[in-house]
């Protein structure tokens, strides 16, 4: 009798141009009925961003494709919004408006008929965490950058499929009109080239909702933890504490992440973004602050802050589907990681087989981001630049040096 890890791969291997890559997928979304023929590059919504002008990478350049009239992703304030993620809309309950249809819906495995490799992990412990943002203003075109503020993280992604977020209590109702949302991910530097991701929706926040508006965002920094660098220990007074932007690296404009390739910004305890609702975006960011009292929260100051110590755990089950591709994996505080015993990563033996159907999306012609994932995996740690502690103008340096080595060596 054959394994079913041969006929897995065998099923890959019939797709040799098959998309990888990873989209936040509702009908609230810009760009959802984006395909690979709609602009003259590929620029479906699993696509990643790197190396690109504001305009191509902000919103994923989808501002003139938006949702139809009424549809909105619901952010209910204390509770829990589960979104789907995945290589393929087909995948998800958003499969009918798939250009190929149904491929592999209903499963909890991101990227049905493809390995880890796809949406770049080597395993459960190799996650980069994403996150949401929102701005509450309801005119797209008037959102920058500086708008959006990172309200809830999920250190897990994009491990599952569906992927729970939870929303900070009190949040705001959104103006008449909804607000503006957006995904973000930036995946871990050993599994595929360096790159960031984001969709952005509508959004609307309901059930108890709060008066407080949020704080005046800042920039996150680099204090956590960070022993692939040297850095065994955290440094708490560096942490922006409150309201945070969105992490925007690697393209040609607008950053304001400067780390290099080999030590990409994450969304993880490293720039204080803590698993489940942050919980401090209510107060302006400030440099080594102190938390504020919000609700039942308890007051923390920046220099006895435990890794946890701002928020509650986002370790919410996964939807139950009928054709499950893995065990939902329990989340673990970052803190316990190193002793706790690893749940055993989504296999190919785990996902979905006979009922895989790649669909024309994931048939579309490899993009130039594509192929530039396809290169080795990045395990040569000595080459990576030192994570900045202050995001010093060292680390700029370094980013700066290794962005140009590596555009060289892409002309050559």
Not at 141 to 170: G, I, M, Y
Not at 239 to 255: F, M, S, V
Not at 257 to 263: L, N
């Amino acid at each position: 009798m054959l394994s079913s890890i041969p006929v897995f791969l065998a099923i890959a291997s019939l797709s040799p141009l098959a998309s990888a890559h990873i989209a936040f997928w509702h009908r609230s979304m810009y760009g959802f009925n984006v395909t690979a023929q709609t602009f003259s590059y590929d620029n479906r919504p699993v696509i990643p961003l790197q190396d690109m002008s504001f305009d191509k990478w902000w919103f994923h350049g989808h501002l003139d494709y938006p949702p139809n009239d009424g549809d909105f992703f619901e952010l209910p304030a204390g509770g829990t919004a589960m979104s789907e993620l995945s290589c393929d809309k087909g995948a998800t309950s958003e499969y009918s408006s798939s250009p190929g249809g149904k491929a592999g819906y209903p499963t909890d495995y991101p990227c049905p008929g493809q390995p880890l490799s796809q949406f770049h992990t080597t395993g459960e412990n190799d996650l980069g965490g994403c996150a949401l943002s929102i701005a509450y203003k309801s005119d797209v075109r008037s959102v920058t950058p500086e708008d959006l503020v990172v309200f809830s993280v999920n250190q897990k992604c994009v491990w599952n499929l569906n992927t729970a977020f939870q929303v900070p209590a009190n949040m705001p109702a959104c103006p008449e009109g909804g607000c503006i949302c957006a995904w973000h991910w930036i995946h871990t530097p050993d599994s595929g080239a360096e790159q960031m991701y984001m969709n952005g929706f509508k959004c609307k926040v309901t059930g108890n909702t709060g008066s407080k508006p949020l704080g005046k965002p800042g920039v996150a920094r680099r204090c956590g933890a960070d022993p692939a660098n040297g850095k065994n220990d955290a440094v708490a007074s560096n942490c922006t504490i409150g309201a945070k932007n969105p992490l925007y690296w690697d393209q040609t404009e607008r950053n304001n992440m400067f780390e290099g390739i080999y030590s990409p910004p994450l969304y993880k305890d490293l720039y204080a973004f803590y698993d489940g609702p942050q919980n401090d975006i209510f107060q302006d960011a400030t440099v080594g602050g102190t938390l504020q009292t919000v609700s039942n929260q308890v007051t923390s100051t920046a220099q006895s802050l435990s890794p946890h110590g701002l928020v509650a755990s986002s370790s919410q089950a996964a939807q139950t589907t009928t054709t499950p591709a893995a065990d939902v994996p329990v989340t673990t505080p970052a803190s316990q990681q190193a002793e706790a015993p690893s749940t055993p990563s989504p296999s190919p033996s785990a996902a979905p087989t006979p009922e895989i159907t790649t669909s024309a999306a994931s048939q579309a012609p490899a993009s130039e981001s594509t192929k530039k994932c396809s290169r080795k995996k990045r395990s040569n740690r000595s080459k990576k630049s030192v994570g900045a502690e202050d995001v010093n103008i060292a680390a700029r340096h370094n980013g700066i040096k290794h962005h140009n080595k590596r555009r060289l060596e892409n002309h050559l």
